[in-house]
């Protein structure tokens, strides 16, 4: 079970990172990727990485602050936040993908965890 972990309530300019394990399926031979939900908004993409975890693709808006990586000996995925700021609030989710590369799209993610809140406060 794919399951998103890390998330809580933090300060404005705090640095967060959020985990995100598969219990029960190997997902090291798969791209991964990280989204989030804003309330009332729409699920965007954030960043992806290949399976070896040598290549990483971010969303404009994540560029600079957003760091993914990857563990596969521990079948994890990461996703680190730094200077937080109010409009990172949301509920952000691992998405695991069809294929060993996987960039944006949503409909290249195929399995989807439970999305963990993160809040940041002024």
């Known amino acids: 079970q794919l399951q998103a972990s890390g998330g809580g309530l933090v300060q404005v300019g705090d640095s967060l990172r959020l985990s995100c394990a598969d219990s029960r399926r190997t997902i090291s031979n798969n791209a991964l990727g990280w989204f989030r939900q804003a309330p009332g908004k729409e699920r965007e993409f954030l960043a992806s990485?290949?399976?070896?975890?040598?290549?990483?693709h971010y969303a404009d808006h994540a560029k600079g602050r957003f760091i993914i990586s990857r563990d596969n000996l521990k079948n994890t995925v990461y996703l680190q936040m730094n200077s937080a700021k109010p409009e990172d609030t949301a509920v952000y989710y691992c998405?695991?993908?069809?294929?060993?590369?996987?960039?944006?799209?949503?409909?290249?993610?195929?399995?989807w965890g439970q999305g963990t809140l993160v809040t940041v406060s002024s």
């Open positions: 990485i290949s399976w070896r975890g040598s290549s990483t």
């Open positions: 998405a695991v993908a069809r294929s060993s590369i996987a960039g944006s799209r949503p409909e290249s993610y195929h399995y």
